[in-house]
Each structure stands twice: as C-alpha cells, then as structure tokens.
DNA sequence: CCCCACTTGGTAGTCACTATCGCTGCGGTA
DNA sequence: TACCGCAGCGATAGTGACTACCAAGTGGGG
C-alpha cells in the first residue's frame, strides 16, 4: 500500500524530487510507520524478492548443459513470466530503477542475492569454495547482461520484448552456438 | 592529499564510523573544501578514471578473436598493471570498495562508464546501435566477472594473485576452450 | 476487566549535502 | 605602490534521510 503511493509519486515528481514525507502523507501514515516497513527510501522501489523464483528455475535445467546456458534460460523464462501479465506496477518499478542512479546501483549490488540463489540452486554441483566461485562468477556474468537488456528496454520504453533482448544479450556475450 | 586521510580513516575506523567533518579535520581543511573536491563521501574512495587505460588496452587486441576474450584479456592485463606495483593506498581503497555495501553498489554502477570505454576503444567495430548493444552486453559480463573476481580477492586478504582469479573466472563464465 | 504483545506516533538528534554569502591571497595593470 | 579581478576557502543556515528513545492506542486471551 505505502509502496503503492510510493512508486505513483516518484514517477510523478521524480524519486529525488518526493520525500518520505510525501509518501507518508500520500499514504495516511506517519514517516516512522514509512522507515518501520522499508529501511530505506530505495527498498520502497526495490522490494523484490524473487531470488527462490530463479533458483527453482536453475535447479529444474538439466545438469548436462553448461551453466551460463542454464543460467540464461532461467533468466529469460524469468523475464517472460514477469513481463506476460500486463504488470504496469512493475514496469513503473523497473523504470525507476533504471533510470535513478541510486536506485540503480542498489539493483545491481543486490545481484550478488541472486547469485547466492542461484548457486543454492545449483544443490550439490557446487558444494566445494571454488566450484561455488566459478558458478558465482557465471552467475554474475549472466545477471549483469541481463542488466544491459534491461537499460536497452528501458531506453525503449518497454517496446520492444525484454526477453527477446536477454537472449540477444547472452548471444552476444557467451555465443550462440551450442556449445 | 584529502583522499589520502579519508581511506586512512575509512580503514581505521570504518567508513559509516567516520564523518566527513573526521575527514577534513584530519586534512586541516573546512568541510566546504571537502564538498567541493569531491561531490560526494564515496567519491573519496571511488575517484578511478581509469577507463582510457582499459580502451587503449581493447583496442590493442587482435579484431579477429571474440569479444569476451579480448576484454577477458585487457582486464586481466590491467589488474596485473595495477596490482604490479606495491600500492597500499589502491589496495585500501579496493578492500572498502568491496566490504562497504554502499561502495560497492556505486563501483558496479560506475561499470556503465567502463563499458563506454571499452565501446569506444573498439571504434569502427561497434558503430551502430545494435553493434553497440551486442558489445555492451559482453563488456558488462567481463566486468561483472571481474567483480567477483575481486570480491573473491578481497576475501582472501589479497594473498592470491588477482589476474589469476579473474583469468578463472573468465574461463569459468565463458569457457577456456579457443573458440 | 485486565494484561500483553504488537503496531503506531512524536521528539529530538546525527549526518550527508546544498545554497549563499563574505573573506583572503595573488597576479596583472596603471 | 595602489588598484582590480578572480579563484579558492570558510562560515552559516538550511533540507532531507535516517535513528535512537519513549509514549499511546489496539486487539486478543486470561
């Protein structure tokens, strides 16, 4: 609810340009109620929280394919599933996060949640420190192209389909050939 | 000279244990004089540029390899520059980039203009958008590589050799077959 | 009816950061 | 030497995010 009014006015006003005040007036509650629900004035916007969503998807790929191809297919199911319903509260959610810097880097910081995830997700194949480093590092390399999708769709306004660029983004960064 | 007491400081104390108002007490200068050097607390630890270095690095590289490799090879090149000579003070300001969350979402995002650079460095190869994007993709997987490559580093109280773990990571992201 | 946990609100403070102003040293000019 | 323009520094007073600490309401179970 609070985060409701939160997203609306940050893209009325801009993100800098609205205070935890607003929000709290706009939602009927005091500031400390805002701060009691969401640490920080950048969790109203970046609540997330499908890291589990991912590792399932992980852990459903066969262990035979590489893990940048499993990792990548989870992702651009991922990016289907969430962009099939016409959810225009996290498009507006997903445009903030772009296009604020703060924002932004905070997403991208919480990559590293993900990864952790993802390499649960990975179950045994990756118990050992240093075949959980090279599942990070692969994780990190899929996330962070998925991340330049994610600007790219921005920049188009959501125009174009974000999982149709996830894929050309992996393409483009890992190969296309089955390898 | 401002910078060198804010990551003696930052390494003492911690960097949220320390003011600005600490910072510029210890460098004998007003906070004003603080503000106007650096736009920002974290820009006393984030103040890199060394984007041109990674470019020319790109552009040295064979055209004829894949993408990742030649910016797998101008990172790895780079951290063997930085990390050659005896410096304690990038060596500080690394270990807080990585260990502060707030440092640490500000370097990944300043990887965007990295990845400018290295888009630029490669010139004529990358000059329509599509090209661009394709490169963007590849350059932010690298980084986000590196990334991990330092966390890891960082870790290890740098006892390893950063360019060899992120030559592992590299090969475990994208493969270390000669493709 | 009371007690308890839980949620909310108020107050006052810290700290990053900004806007605006006045001061001071310093080289060039007459 | 006296003057002027200018660039850098400092002080003051703000705004806004965020954090204690404490008070008050509210609902359910004895």
Redesign the interface.
């Known amino acids: 609810m609070i985060q409701a009014h939160a997203v609306r006015l940050f893209g009325r006003r801009g993100y800098d340009g609205t205070t935890v005040n607003d929000v709290a007036a706009a939602a009927g509650v005091s500031p400390m109620t805002v701060y009691r629900h969401f640490p920080t004035k950048e969790d109203l916007v970046l609540a997330d929280q499908n890291g589990p969503l991912v590792a399932e998807r992980i852990a459903a790929t066969p262990a035979g394919q ?3 191809r499993r990792i990548g297919t989870a992702l651009v199911e991922s990016a289907r599933t969430l962009t099939a319903g016409d959810d225009r509260f996290l498009l507006a959610r997903l445009r903030l996060m772009i296009s604020t ?1 703060a924002l ?3 997403h ?2 919480n ?2 949640l993900l ?1 952790q995830a993802i390499v649960d997700g990975l179950g045994d194949e990756a118990t050992d420190p240093d075949a959980a ?6 994780a ?6 998925m ?3 994610l ?2 769709w921005a920049q188009d306004d959501g125009r174009t389909d974000l999982a149709d660029l996830i894929t ?3 393409a ?4 296309d ?1 089955p ?1």
């Open positions: 590489p893990l940048v810097p932004r880097a905070r991208l910081d990559h590293h990864q480093f090279r599942a990070t590092a692969a990190s390399a899929c996330l962070a192209v991340h330049t999708a600007v790219r050309t983004a992996l483009a960064a890992f190969g050939d390898r």
